[in-house]
């Protein structure tokens, strides 16, 4: 699984002038082809200052533990179809000598 950070990098700032994949655009009718074009005009003169990733289950932590279950009732469909929760306060967090830690902070 790859590991983000909430760093504001050059693909992740293409990624809010063109929020929308050319499949996207392809299979969108003409009134969501027109919600597309008008949020990307809406967003073109702002600048993105940074962002906020959500942990969610089997996400990697910095110190490399994983994310065991999250337990937040909002969950999330990944572009491979599979669903995962955003992780929460009281969860835990596995590292791979077995040692479980709780999260006791959300920022």
Do not use: C
């Not at 760093?7 to 050319?22: D, Y």
């Amino acid at each position: 699984m790859k590991q983000y950070t909430n760093e504001l990098t050059p693909p992740v700032l293409a990624s809010f002038k063109n929020p929308f994949s050319a499949e996207q655009l392809a299979n969108a009718d003409d009134e969501q082809r027109q919600i597309f074009k008008s949020h990307v005009e809406e967003m073109k003169d702002r600048s993105l200052l940074a962002i906020w990733r959500f942990a969610t289950t089997g996400a990697l932590t910095q110190n490399g533990g994983k994310i065991e279950k999250a337990s937040a009732n909002d969950s999330f469909t990944l572009e491979d179809g599979s669903e995962v929760n955003r992780a929460m306060v009281g969860d835990y967090v596995v590292y791979p000598d077995g040692t479980r830690a709780k999260i006791i902070n959300g920022s």
